[in-house]
């Protein structure tokens, strides 16, 4: 089991910074890869951005430039550095993590994010 608790989603204006935090633990060696989806309303959920294992990383086409994921594994920890920000960014984020040989997928809270224009 991975337990997953996210943090720092707020209210910005548009053109401000947000950095998103996911702190794993539980089977944290089981982890194959972690990232962020969002929701917005009436939407379906979108991946946003994931790194592996390995520290390859893929991003959404629409935040590339913008967004950045990181991770520090002394903290089993997770980032999204968002920059930039648009109003239809404004979404409810959750952070996932892939663990174990079956791939199960296991995912956090969410945390809001709304952008102002």
């Known amino acids: 089991q991975v337990q997953l608790v996210e943090s720092g989603g707020g209210l910005v204006q548009a053109g401000g910074s947000l950095r998103l935090s996911c702190a794993a633990s539980?089977?944290?060696?089981?982890?194959?890869?972690m990232g962020w989806y969002r929701q917005a309303p009436g939407k379906q959920r979108e991946l946003v951005a994931r790194?592996?294992?390995?520290?390859?990383?893929n991003y959404a086409d629409s935040i590339k430039g913008r967004f950045t994921i990181s991770r520090d594994n002394s903290k089993n920890t997770v980032y999204l550095q968002m920059n930039s920000l648009k109003p239809e960014d404004t979404a409810v984020y959750y952070c996932?993590?892939?663990?174990?040989?079956?791939?199960?997928?296991?995912w956090g809270q969410g945390t809001q994010v709304t952008v102002s224009s």
């Open positions: 790194i592996t294992s390995g520290g390859n990383t």
């Open positions: 539980g089977g944290i060696f089981s982890i194959n890869a």
């Open positions: 996932y993590a892939v663990a174990g040989t079956v791939a199960t997928i296991y």
